[in-house]
């Protein structure tokens, strides 16, 4: 038993020399082999010590550290490279396709701007209240963000200016407001000498008799700034280049509304053939106006109000009238003024009730051709009744009575139609007119 023993013991002993052997023998002598993952690069050209040799300077990277992930981190980052590269091309690409949009302030300093900005550009207004000192607003249309600001707290050098191209609201009707309107163009003027302007526009409210020789020296084709006049009334100036007819619009000074219509304008029967109210002056059409409807026994068939003096405001009351005589008529009696051209044509128009107008040219310096007065409502096709005589009205309201409420319903609905499209048209004009001129060649 013991010597079986110590044979199991020798042997072991055996072995473990053997093995130590071997394991000297491996490290000290056999010649080393590194694996494919733990090799290190180690590159010579020419003799140790930097000698060079061949052109080439030896370099030793054995002793650098070495990254066993470095290839796959160098193929990650490049594929990163190619990715952000090819985003950028593609944001490129948008940014090429998208459209360029372009910023105009408006600057409302007539009650006519209140019609192009709520009425033709269908633009908001803040805040609501009609009485506040400042308000504003903002739209787009077409390839320009319009910016509004209204109000008696919009004065001159406090308008945050964010753009080089303004459009100014102004009246010129009176002396007292071309004095106004004229310390505001003058102000344009010092701004566009700074450079802090570069393209102006006006909507001008002109002289009734068309005389508006004032801002003549202010238009860029006599040496001014304005580049573009945008003019009410059927002034000979208006060119289609520079110079553009503007419409008159509803009366915005006495708080007239934008109307939104609705079915029940359209179908509802109206118990009036038409309506007439307004101030009557001495040896005027409308006197003779009002003479015919008394002589014809038609002051029962329409609602008239005449009074003797003009009053620039309404109050709540009459405003209330006038709204209602216009929705309850088929009719809206429209004589001239101081020109054909009057805020009660679009009134009308607002409410479904079709103008009745006296077709008849004004004294002044306005525009004689064929297509005056109204010219430009006539070449948009306005479905309005032109009378060249209120003689002729007797016989035109008999007609009326002779109508059916079928065909009434119809020519409401075709002029409410026609007014809502002819202030798209202006809206759309107005914005080309405005591109053309002031960023065709940006």
Known sequence: ????????????????????????????FSPKVISRVHRVVKKVTGVPGGAKAGGAVASFIGDEKWNPWEDELTDYLSALDKRREAFRLYQERIDKNRPTRYKVQIWGKAAIGLYLWEHILDGPLNPTDKTAQWREGEIQSGKIDF?????????????????????????????????????????????????????????????ERCTNDWISPYLRSNGGVVDLLFLVYD??????????????????????PLVMPNAHMISSPRPYLCNFLGTVYKNSSRETLMGILKEAGMENKCITNAREKWLPQETTETLRRYQTALAQSELTLCPVGVNTECYRIYEACAYGSVPVVEDTLTPGACAAGHSSPLRLLKA???????????????????????????????????????????????????????????????
Do not use: C
């Open 235 to 256: 002034s000979p100036w208006v060119n289609d280049k520079d110079v553009f007819q503007w419409p008159l619009g509803v009366a915005t000074y006495r708080q007239f």
């Open 1 to 28: 038993m013991k010597i079986h023993k110590r044979n199991i013991f020798i042997l072991a002993i055996l072995m473990y020399v053997v093995f130590s052997i071997y394991a000297a023998y491996n490290v000290f």
């Open 380 to 442: 948009a096709g306005a479905p309005f009744i032109f009378l060249k005589d209120w003689k002729e009205l007797p016989s035109l309201l008999e007609k009326e009575k002779g109508r059916s409420p079928q065909e009434r319903t119809e020519r409401r609905r075709r002029l409410l139609e026609w007014y809502g499209s002819f202030r798209l048209q202006m809206k759309e004009k107005f914005t080309e007119v405005l591109e053309e001129a002031f960023f065709k060649n940006s």
């Open 147 to 207: 910016s509004f600001y209204t109000g008696p707290a919009v004065v001159q050098g406090h308008v945050p200016l964010d753009t080089s191209s303004v459009v100014l609201v102004l009246n010129g009707r009176e002396q007292q407001k071309i004095s106004y309107a004229t310390r505001w163009l003058e102000h344009v003027h010092a701004l566009a000498q700074a450079r802090t302007v570069a393209h102006v526009a006006v909507v001008l409210l002109g002289s």
